[in-house]
């Protein structure tokens, strides 16, 4: 009777670790998904803005967008899209380092990340010191020349 039992709780704990790890197989696929974002950071809008396609509301870059979602659902890799913008579109398609030098990375749609704000404080930060320093010795300065 005991050894039934037994043998019925390893065949449930074999059937769970199965599917756990069934799960575990499927799971990073889905963390690891293409987005349109993704593909769009590294594109130049088409039209005369001065936005990287992922910022673009224009029609000119929604339609991009709309296509880059397609080819994503299609199972097309970000290689294979930006290959294909930039044989249909030209170099142009591409963010290019002189589309950077002549402005065309403005993202407006970014938030304040932690370096940001750690950059901002540490900043603030330095010049507090400097100011509060600055002043102490020059107060300090002051007196013992005063003394003097």
């Given at each position: 009777?005991?050894?039934?039992?037994?043998?019925?709780?390893?065949?449930?704990?074999?059937?769970?670790?199965?599917?756990?790890?069934?799960?575990?197989?499927?799971?990073?696929?889905?963390?690891?998904?293409?987005?349109?974002?993704?593909?769009?950071?590294?594109?130049?809008?088409?039209?005369?803005c001065p936005l990287?396609?992922?910022?673009?509301?224009?029609?000119?870059?929604?339609?991009?967008?709309?296509e880059i979602g397609?080819?994503?659902?299609?199972?097309?890799?970000?290689?294979?899209?930006?290959?294909?913008?930039?044989?249909?579109?030209?170099?142009?398609?591409?963010?290019?380092?002189?589309?950077?030098?002549?402005?065309?990375?403005?993202?407006?749609?970014?938030?304040f990340g932690t370096?940001?704000?750690?950059?901002?404080?540490?900043?603030?930060?330095?010049?507090?010191?400097?100011?509060?320093?600055?002043?102490?010795?020059?107060?300090?300065?002051?007196?013992?020349?005063?003394?003097?």
């Open positions: 009777m005991m050894a039934g039992a037994i043998s019925s709780t390893g065949q449930r704990c074999g059937l769970f670790r199965v599917l756990l790890f069934a799960v575990l197989l499927i799971l990073p696929k889905a963390a690891l998904a293409l987005t349109v974002g993704e593909v769009a950071r590294d594109l130049a809008c088409p039209c005369e990287i396609l992922e910022d673009c509301n224009m029609t000119c870059g929604l339609d991009w967008k709309a397609e080819m994503i659902k299609n199972g097309k890799t970000k290689q294979q899209i930006m290959d294909y913008f930039i044989a249909s579109y030209g170099e142009e398609a591409r963010l290019t380092t002189m589309q950077k030098i002549n402005g065309k990375v403005y993202q407006y749609t970014r938030g370096m940001d704000w750690i950059l901002l404080w540490s900043g603030v930060g330095l010049w507090a010191l400097v100011l509060i320093g600055g002043i102490y010795f020059g107060v300090r300065q002051a007196f013992t020349r005063a003394a003097v």
